[in-house]
């Protein structure tokens, strides 16, 4: 039973460039969660999806950024025309429900480099 | 605003000895608390949690203390082992807001058990 994948585990652009991380949740988990990890810092939360739908983005930056979580495949953060202040490590996690926190098991994360 | 906080980048202790980590929250609305452990290159593991109905929560080795009037509370590891070097993390929800999935961390402390 695997755990949370995240791909690719790093990942460099340029600015201006587009950046695409993915995140295959758990096996029979629907509920996935966006967390962003800037140097020196804590988490922050990005966004809630669900299949299809996007539950909660209110941690996520108004322009650039994205997400999704299709029916088929995995959840996507996009972030277009990258700078280097999205330089981070970029957390997914998945849940069962949308209830109870300790069901959310993460992945290892993507470490984004901005040069 | 930091609405949770880890004063302590950095604690060392030697093998077999206590570890006390603290966490110290401003937010009133949360009334949940987990410890995340974290080793370099992974993602986050959930250790432990405490709702704010109660003021102590126990699981073998680790301890987990609510003190709700001083919006404080502390992981006790006892007794240390070298493998739990790793960096801590502490988080907070709000469930009565109906937000119990988005988690606020603090920034993490790094624990070294030396032999």
């Known amino acids: 039973n695997a755990g949370v994948m995240q791909n690719p585990r790093h990942l460099v652009r340029r600015r201006g460039q587009e950046a695409r991380l993915r995140c295959s949740p758990m096996k029979g988990h629907s509920h996935v969660y966006w967390y962003r990890q800037l140097p020196e810092e804590g988490l922050k939360f990005m966004v809630y999806l669900q299949k299809e739908n996007i539950i909660d983005e209110s941690g996520m930056p108004k322009e650039r950024f994205s997400a999704e979580f299709p029916k088929e495949g995995p959840s996507i953060l996009r972030i277009q025309q990258v700078v280097r202040g999205d330089s981070a490590a970029y957390f997914c996690?998945?849940?069962?429900?949308?209830?109870?926190?300790?069901?959310?098991?993460f992945g290892q994360g993507t470490r984004l480099t901005v040069v | 605003d930091q609405q949770v906080k880890q004063n302590s980048p950095s604690l060392s202790v030697q093998e077999g000895r206590i570890s006390i980590l603290n966490c110290d929250y401003t937010n009133s609305m949360f009334d949940y608390f987990l410890w995340y452990k974290k080793y370099p290159a992974e993602g986050p593991t959930f250790l432990i949690s405490i709702s704010s109905i109660k003021d102590k929560n126990e699981d073998g080795r680790f301890t987990v203390f609510l003190n709700k009037s001083a919006k404080h509370l502390s992981l006790h590891i006892v007794p240390s082992q070298p493998g739990d070097s790793a960096v801590y993390f502490c988080a907070a929800a709000g469930r009565r807001g109906g937000s119990n999935y988005k988690l606020t961390f603090g920034k993490g402390t790094l624990l070294t058990v030396n032999p």
């Open positions: 996690a998945s849940s069962p429900t949308g209830y109870g926190n300790t069901e959310a098991f």
